[in-house]
């Protein structure tokens, strides 16, 4: 029922360190990966390591050239993990137009323009599809200064609730995951903080989120073992987002 064997997915910035880890994931249950990210080297060394069945293209999710380059690089795809994403950390009241811009660039407007050149593929191929967007729970609670990535992963749970109902007809799914904080090199001065470290001890779980968490998670939206789930949010986050104020 997991199994992706004969599935083809690509992953959007599989450079970094959760679309490395769901491009091992799937290729682990049998797809066919392609890799995908600016930093073409990170994506090409763990192509390699993957070994058959793997390959890593350039994109650019803020060019729409780029990416229409890179969905014709990739050939016909099951599966899409729309994860590329990045964070702009200042306050509301200071918080950059350019900074907006480039969040909204890329978590937003990168993340449709990748989900609509890959559905407008896999309907033309008439095979059906999962796409998997990337969010957060920040998506839905807030915390200060981040006011161009809670407003851009809000937008694309949305775009994903939007998505699953006109895309059913062509048994294309659309689900989002969306991950609690994960322990990365970025935010290990912070959570080994006091400020981080009494926000560990507000997750019901006592802990942060390893890359290994969202495995089950992603394999269910990406295989037939989620065939009837679309519109879905699955939120992965130790209790984080539902822990008493
Ligand atoms: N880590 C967490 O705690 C956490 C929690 C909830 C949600 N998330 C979400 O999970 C996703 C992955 O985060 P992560 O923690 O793995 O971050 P990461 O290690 O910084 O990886 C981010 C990835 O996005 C790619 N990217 C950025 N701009 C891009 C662009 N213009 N075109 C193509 N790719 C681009 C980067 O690749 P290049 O720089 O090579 O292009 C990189 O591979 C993000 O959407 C993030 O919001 C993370």
Redo the contacts with the bound molecule.
């Keep these: 029922m997991f199994s992706l064997e004969g599935r083809r997915a690509l992953v959007?910035?599989?450079?970094?360190?959760?679309?490395?880890r769901f491009a091992r994931v799937l290729h682990g249950a049998g797809a066919e990966v392609v890799l995908?990210?600016?930093?073409?080297q990170?994506?090409a060394a763990l192509a390699e390591e993957l070994g058959a069945r793997a390959m890593a293209v350039a994109?650019?999710?803020?060019?729409p050239a780029?990416v229409a380059a890179a969905l014709d690089a990739a050939g016909p795809l099951d599966i899409l993990v729309n994860?590329?994403?990045?964070?702009a950390t200042r306050p509301f009241l200071e918080h950059r137009l350019e900074e907006w811009d480039a969040v909204m660039?890329?978590?937003l407007r990168?993340a449709f323009l990748v989900a609509q050149q890959a559905a407008r593929r896999m309907v033309e191929a008439g095979r059906g599809g999962s796409i998997i967007h990337?969010?957060?729970?920040?998506g839905e609670r807030v915390i200060p200064g981040v006011a161009s990535?809670t407003a851009a992963?809000a937008g694309l749970l949305h775009l994903t609730r939007q998505m699953a109902v006109e895309l059913a007809r062509h048994r294309i799914r659309v689900n989002a995951l969306?991950?609690?904080?994960?322990?990365?090199e970025?935010?290990r001065d912070f959570f080994a903080s006091e400020p981080g470290q009494a926000m560990i001890r507000r997750i019901p779980f006592r802990r942060?989120?390893q890359?290994d968490d969202l495995d089950g998670p992603l394999l269910l939206l990406a295989s037939d073992a989620g065939r009837y789930m679309t519109g879905s949010v699955l939120t992965v986050d130790g209790g984080h987002s539902v822990a008493p104020l």
């Design positions: 959007t910035g599989a450079s970094g360190l959760l679309g490395a995908a990210a600016r930093r073409t990170a994506c994109l650019d999710v803020a060019s780029s994860n590329a994403g990045i964070a660039g890329v978590n990168g990337v969010a957060s729970i920040l990535y992963k969306a991950p609690g904080y994960v322990a990365s970025l935010n942060l989120g890359p």
